[in-house]
């Protein structure tokens, strides 16, 4: 199997479908996991076929998890983000959600590029993380002793 790059990466999981049959092209998302370029996948799934978004993809800010690791590849800016998010809109039903985490470094591009592709983004959920490490920022170790 290939090996994708953590920013490259992108998962499918399609299962609960309306109907008792599934037509067309959407048979080969049905209950199965698929790997690759999201913004190549997304090109294939059927306008609103899709019933919820859930991903964490990078937040464009070179995040390495420990001094000295590999950064996220395409961790350098969000410019991913436009094209993604437009594809997303096309393939999810409408009133449905979609969930995607950032932090506050991304926040003001991703809700203003998902308002742009047509989201109405209504609300914001907050996972507070008491116990977290801070990767590379430089302050792990006075956190976390």
């Known amino acids: ?17 309306r109907g008792p049959r599934i037509r067309g092209v959407l048979h ?3 209950n199965k996991i698929i790997q690759g370029d999201c913004r190549e996948i997304l090109r294939q799934v059927p306008d609103e076929s899709v019933d919820l978004l859930l991903t964490d993809p990078p937040y464009g800010m070179r995040y390495r998890a420990k001094a000295g690791s590999r950064p996220i590849v395409g961790d350098d800016d969000l410019s991913w983000f436009r094209p993604f998010i437009r594809e997303a809109y096309r393939v999810l039903r409408p009133n449905t959600h979609a969930y ?3 932090n506050e470094y991304g926040l003001a591009t991703f809700r203003a590029e998902m308002a742009r592709a047509g989201f109405k983004v209504k609300r914001l959920l907050v996972w507070v993380k008491d116990q977290h490490t801070a990767g590379d920022l430089g302050v792990a170790d006075r956190v976390n002793p």
């Open 28 to 30: 080969r998302f049905v």
């Open 100 to 102: 995607i985490f950032c």
């Open 1 to 17: 199997m290939q090996e994708f790059p953590p920013a490259e990466r992108g998962a499918l999981l399609a299962g609960a479908f």
